[in-house]
Each structure stands twice: as C-alpha cells, then as structure tokens.
C-alpha cells in the first residue's frame, strides 16, 4: 500500500524557513519522480518543484526559484522541501506527490502559514 506522509508545516513568520519532509512507503522510492505541490485557499493546486528519480535533475515554480530546495534521501525514502525567505503568498497546503509507471500518488498534505 502506498502511503506519503507529509510534515513540518506550522505558522512562521515573513523571512523566517521551514523544512517539509515527505516519508514514503509502498513501492520503490528511488524509481519515483517526486513533487511537491501547494494549493492555496480558493485557489488551484501548483506545481512549487519536482525531482526526478534518474540524475536527480529538478524543476522549480519561478515563484520559488531561488528561495526553495527540493532535495531526495533514497535511502531514507524521504523527500524534503527547504524552504527560505518565506513569504505571505506562501501559505498554503503543501503535498507531497509521487509518480510511478503512470500512476500518481499523494500525500494528505501539511499547512504552511507564513505571518506576522
């Protein structure tokens, strides 16, 4: 059974960081492009940055180029989200996606709040 469980989501303030973790189970880790996504309130879920599983080469959203790290510890199983400099239009639900031989799976996702 797959399973993502995101955490490390809390209230921070403008400026401040955090650091989103993504515990994986259920199928082979290391084969999976990974991603994390946001969704804000009443808005669409985004794409903020993605990792894929051969060379470890990453994408990132322009919003966050520069700010965010998307990282992968194979051995761990666990992916992670470094996030710098938050800003308020940050604040969001953050999930944690995996991608493997057409399928998808998500997280149940963690709060991110960035405010003073």
């Known amino acids: 059974q797959v399973q993502l469980m995101e955490s490390g989501g809390g209230l921070v303030q403008p400026g401040g960081s955090l650091r989103l973790s993504c515990a994986a189970s259920g199928f082979t880790f290391s084969r999976s492009a990974m991603s994390w996504y946001r969704q804000a309130p009443e808005k669409e879920r985004e794409l903020v940055a993605r990792?894929?599983?051969?060379?470890?080469?990453?994408n990132y959203a322009d919003s966050v180029k520069g700010r965010f790290t998307i990282s992968r510890d194979n051995g761990k199983k666990t992916l992670y989200l470094q996030m710098n400099s938050l800003k308020p239009e940050d604040t969001a639900v953050y999930y944690c996606r995996a991608f493997l031989s057409g399928i998808e799976y998500w997280g149940k996702g963690t709060l991110v709040t960035v405010s003073s």
């Open positions: 990792i894929f599983s051969v060379g470890g080469s990453t």
